[in-house]
């Protein structure tokens, strides 16, 4: 079935600090969906790549598709306390439905 | 109020008894899914409906059933519950596969004692 890997399990970064999570499938992927969950909370989506390269930013997050389409990163540049939580990425080959990564828990200290 | 509502929110049962979790939605959406979420394991999918009239297994289905019953209502019945089935359990929507986000509702946090 599909494997997914999500690096790292956990993230800690000094407020202003850079963060970078990085999604790997073991199949080719046709899409790729990202979602943050904050504590507490339930996963909001925030954006979907579909075209091998891509690049998205929103605001200081910026998201890529590998070349291969079998890889993701989402980085988010100087992270403020509002960027805690838990990041997901959800996978598709091409089936029904989107398979869940476990998730990069990322703490922000002020 | 929140397009996907999870009824209850917190719930403490005992083994052996059954239990109802219940989904609404009024995002008008076709499809409807089960997630459980647990500590480092993300989110795996228990069952997906892609109709009213549609019920498909996910990836851990066994000791879970589930009823469409509306376009707009989707219910997770634990038959027998466990201790092992202590999780947070996500109702989500879509409405389609493609180039569309899934809605999660808040989320029942179910233990199993």
């Known amino acids: 079935g599909q494997q997914v890997m999500q690096i790292p399990q956990y993230q800690h970064v000094q407020e202003g600090e850079d963060f970078t999570t990085y999604c790997n499938s073991s199949t080719t992927l046709s899409n790729i969906q990202w979602y943050k969950q904050r504590p507490g909370g339930h996963p909001v989506f925030l954006i979907q790549?579909?075209?091998?390269?891509e690049v998205k930013k929103q605001k200081r997050l910026t998201f890529q598709f590998g070349e291969a389409k079998k890889n993701s990163s989402l980085h988010i540049t100087a992270t403020q306390t509002t960027d805690v939580g838990t990041y997901f990425c959800a996978v598709s080959s091409g089936g029904q439905n989107f398979v869940f990564g476990p998730g990069t828990r990322l703490s922000v200290l002020p | 109020d929140a397009d996907v509502t999870q009824t209850p929110r917190n719930r403490i049962t005992k083994t052996g008894k059954r239990i109802m979790l219940e989904c609404s939605q009024t995002k008008g959406h076709d499809r409807m899914y089960w997630y459980r979420q647990d500590p480092g394991l993300g989110l795996r999918l228990i069952y997906y409906s892609f109709d009213v009239k549609d019920i498909n297994k996910g990836e851990i289905s066994d000791g879970y059933s589930v009823s469409r019953q509306a376009q707009a209502k989707f219910s997770l019945s634990l038959e027998s519950a466990i201790p092992n089935q202590t999780a947070l359990y996500f109702c989500a929507t879509s409405s389609g596969i493609y180039n569309t986000e899934a809605f999660f509702g808040q989320g029942t946090r179910l233990t199993v004692v």
């Open positions: 790549l579909v075209k091998s390269g």
